[in-house]
């Protein structure tokens, strides 16, 4: 079995700045892709931003430029740096992570998010 589990998020000021971390840990051959994604309230859950285990990255264009994605492969841990946030920034975030328990074998799991609230 594996386990991620997502820290880091809370209340937060437009224009301020929150680091979400994800980390997984059980029984965990490698990683391969990581990402984070969030859900609003109403609206249907979205792609962040996704990170290769070579650190190639992917973001969706809302947050490009304020957002960055990193990953610690030593550590099996995904970070979201979040910046200059906006009001629309508000949802859960949710990590996921395409784990390979076995040499035959990757499943892709999720975290149980995290609340991000932008507001003044």
């Known amino acids: 079995q594996v386990q991620l589990v997502e820290s880091g998020g809370g209340l937060v000021q437009p224009g301020g700045s929150l680091r979400l971390s994800c980390a997984a840990s059980g029984t965990i051959f490698s990683i391969n892709a990581m990402g984070w994604y969030r859900q609003a309230p109403g609206k249907q859950r979205e792609l962040v931003a996704t990170i290769t285990r070579g650190d190639g990255t992917n973001y969706v264009d809302s947050v490009k430029g304020r957002f960055t994605i990193s990953r610690d492969n030593a550590k099996n841990t995904v970070y979201l740096q979040m910046n200059t946030l906006k009001s629309e920034d508000t949802a859960v975030y949710y990590c996921?992570?395409?784990?390979?328990?076995?040499?035959?074998?990757?499943?892709?799991?999720w975290g149980q998010g995290t609340q991000v609230t932008v507001s003044s």
């Open positions: 996921n992570a395409e784990v390979r328990t076995t040499i035959l074998t990757t499943l892709r799991y």
